[in-house]
């Protein structure tokens, strides 16, 4: 039961990042748009010159990052023995992968191999969290 309720929240973050995807390219800049927002004045205080364009390419790699190190996590959670590891790696990736090919298919979005590797650096990132502080947790 433990195992369906990890791999449910797996489930459940790609079904976010699905949803992120299929956004067309003006929903996706609105989302975007609200962080930037937030963003912009913490930014400009620490780096007056920043053009905004910088912002919110800035914003959206952040996201992309973010989102993947949060489901290399789940995903490593869910998968944790001996070959856990690298499986998590293949999910993230392929999972990666599959969500810039949706892009094509989604009106004023693109798939970029540039994500497919941004995301994939999150989710490593993620993964390699989980087992660090899993490690910690059985030395302490």
Known sequence: MKKIIKWLFVILW???LFLFSSESGMESTKTSQFFVT??????LHW???????IIVFLIRKAAHFFLYMILGILVSNATYDKKGKQLSFIICLLYACTDELHQLFVDGRSGEFKD????FVG???GIYLYYWFHRKKIED
Do not use: G, R
Request: with cysteine; net charge negative; hydrophobic share 50%.
């Open 14 to 16: 790609m079904i976010l």
């Open 116 to 119: 497919v590797c941004l995301d």
């Open 123 to 125: 989710s490593s990132i």
């Open 38 to 43: 937030k963003a912009e004045s913490i930014l």
């Open 47 to 53: 780096v007056p010159n920043i053009s905004l364009d």
